[in-house]
């Protein structure tokens, strides 16, 4: 018991809690006002609640926005542990408040990394610089994708693996393969980290677990469950002329200049590189970890969804904890090597991780702590500096990136600084005219607060059904916009919809008995 009191004492007073504390207080006010404000849709927080509806209600993630199972869209089961939030409180705040909280937990074991490493101060600054990064910021703006348990499974399979724990970095590193598709192949990459680090047994574990799912998941489980097979393949049909980067694989190979060339020829795909290596001063580079952004830079690079080249986007945050990773493990080699030239042979203090035995979960053992007191004050010193620098430039480049989205006018002036507040008074008026447990087709703009009460479709998708529905006919958002609406609006009278309701913007239809035939909209939903 006196351990566990010691361990809880230090866990308060440790500066990684209160960081993390006042991020998730912070970051949660901010997605609660885009929220309120109307300012999310079903791309994707209206999906992925739809999901975890499915899972907490009938066991199985059907989307009605999609049309089918959400694990034929991208393979993220993951999902169902998030059942018991629907269970607690079904609405889709709960969700966006998760990602924030997961989102920030990930930020933890970073700190560990660098505390381990440079001492306290160091690990404050770089988690400073993590929590304040345009990809936590970028992802908090996008209210929910599956990146929220990618970030959170590497940061933690990283430390492990960096403090020699890894049975528990493998395990943690499986669980990947529950997060997208792609969660197979980065098992099979961080195999070769495994590899390099003389882990055979668990290289040999994470190259055939996460081969068979990776191939299982993309072959098998989406083809069956999703009516039109990988929707995503298509994208580098322009670049590589495949169906499929591996596809184009022989194309890559034959024409290394061009692809190379690919990898920087828009100036969002420069700025991406810039946000991502320039504030760490390219140390990551030093780290055999770096390679592990090859694969997934080389796939969004290459793909035509120009919305994969960005920045500003969710696209970076799987990425962030390697780079930091790398940043540390990086700092390890070069510092190695400089002293050997010194002649002060093999750098200790890193090298004990890997032999200091483990008495208690999350407690460091004597020896672990006697050799943190002996860290060279220039090593303290030259961390907390590096981190320092980091952080700040993180947060300019980030802050660069969106302070025009007035990510902190709401907080400045007491209220939300997102949508129109107008219009959220009027959707609260339109939605009291819609009954409960009816299927409502909805705008974009309009879906997300029907989803407690309703089964909900999305206009302007294949698959829009419903005898009730509510349109936004000024912004409808994703995937019509403004010039659909009288196509729209033609199409739902010719099937019978007659206007129950309307604000002049909003207008809230039903359909009349005798009219059963399904609207096609005019786009996708992606």
């Not at 981190?387 to 300019?396: G, H, I, L, Q, Y």
């Not at 607060?449 to 294949?462: A, D």
């Amino acid at each position: 018991m006196a351990r566990v009191g010691q361990y809880a004492v230090r866990v308060v007073l440790s500066p990684c809690t209160w960081i993390v504390g006042v991020a998730i207080w912070f970051f949660s006010r901010w997605a609660h006002a885009q929220y309120v404000n109307m300012s999310v849709g079903a791309c994707d927080l209206g999906i992925f609640y739809q999901a975890v509806q499915g899972w907490a209600f009938g066991g199985w993630p059907y989307v009605p926005i999609k049309g089918y199972p959400q694990i034929g869209d991208h393979f993220s089961p993951i999902y169902a542990v998030l059942a018991p939030i629907a269970w607690a409180y079904d609405s889709p705040i709960t969700l966006v408040y998760a990602q924030v909280v997961l989102i920030c937990l990930s930020g933890v074991p970073i700190y560990h990394i660098f505390r381990r490493r440079f001492g306290i101060l160091a690990g404050t600054g770089m988690l400073l610089a993590y929590l304040g990064s345009h990809a936590v910021l970028g992802t908090i703006q996008f209210p929910v994708h599956e990146v929220m348990f990618g970030a959170l499974f590497l940061a933690w399979g990283l430390e492990r693996a960096l403090a020699g724990r890894w049975t528990q970095a493998t395990i943690l590193f499986a669980l990947l393969v529950t997060v997208k598709e792609d969660g197979g192949l980065m098992c099979a990459l961080l195999a070769l980290y495994a590899l390099l680090n003389r882990r055979l047994k668990h290289a040999v574990f994470l190259v055939l677990w996460g081969a068979f799912w990776f191939l299982i998941s993309l072959k098998v489980i989406i083809p069956a469950l999703n009516p039109g097979g990988f929707t995503y393949a298509v994208d580098y049909q322009q670049s590589l002329h495949a169906d499929g980067i591996f596809a184009g694989i022989p194309y890559m190979l034959s024409h290394p200049l061009e692809i190379l060339n690919l990898m920087y020829d828009q100036p969002a795909k420069v700025e991406t590189w810039q946000q991502l290596l320039i504030p760490i001063g390219f140390a990551a580079l030093a780290s055999p970890l770096a390679l592990l952004i090859a694969p997934v830079m080389l796939s969004r690079m290459l793909s035509s969804r120009e919305t994969q080249w960005s920045s500003h986007l969710y696209y970076d945050m799987p990425l962030m904890p390697i780079l930091f990773a790398a940043v540390a493990d990086g700092a390890r080699r070069i510092g190695s090597l400089v002293d050997r030239l010194r002649g002060l042979g093999p750098d200790r203090d890193w090298a004990m991780a890997s032999r200091v035995p483990k008495t208690e979960e999350g407690a460091e053992t004597a020896e672990a702590a006697a050799e943190e007191k002996k860290r060279p004050w220039w090593q303290v010193r030259t961390g907390a500096i590096l981190a320092s620098v980091a952080a700040v430039t993180f947060v300019w480049f980030a802050w660069q990136d969106f302070r025009e989205d007035n990510i902190l006018k709401w907080y400045q002036e007491g209220q939300p600084a997102f949508g129109n507040h107008l219009v959220v008074a009027e959707a609260k008026q339109a939605f009291t005219h819609i009954p409960a447990d009816v299927t409502v087709r909805a705008t974009n703009n309009l879906l997300i607060p029907l989803l407690s009460t309703n089964e909900v479709t999305l206009i302007g998708s294949n698959v829009d059904e419903g005898d009730w529905a509510v349109v936004d006919t000024v912004n409808p958002s994703c995937p019509i916009g403004k010039g659909d609406i009288p196509k729209i609006m033609q199409q739902l009278d010719g099937m019978g919809f007659r206007e129950v309701f309307s604000t002049g913007r909003i207008k809230v239809l039903n359909r009349t008995a005798e009219a059963t035939q399904p609207i096609r909209g005019t786009g996708q939903a992606s």
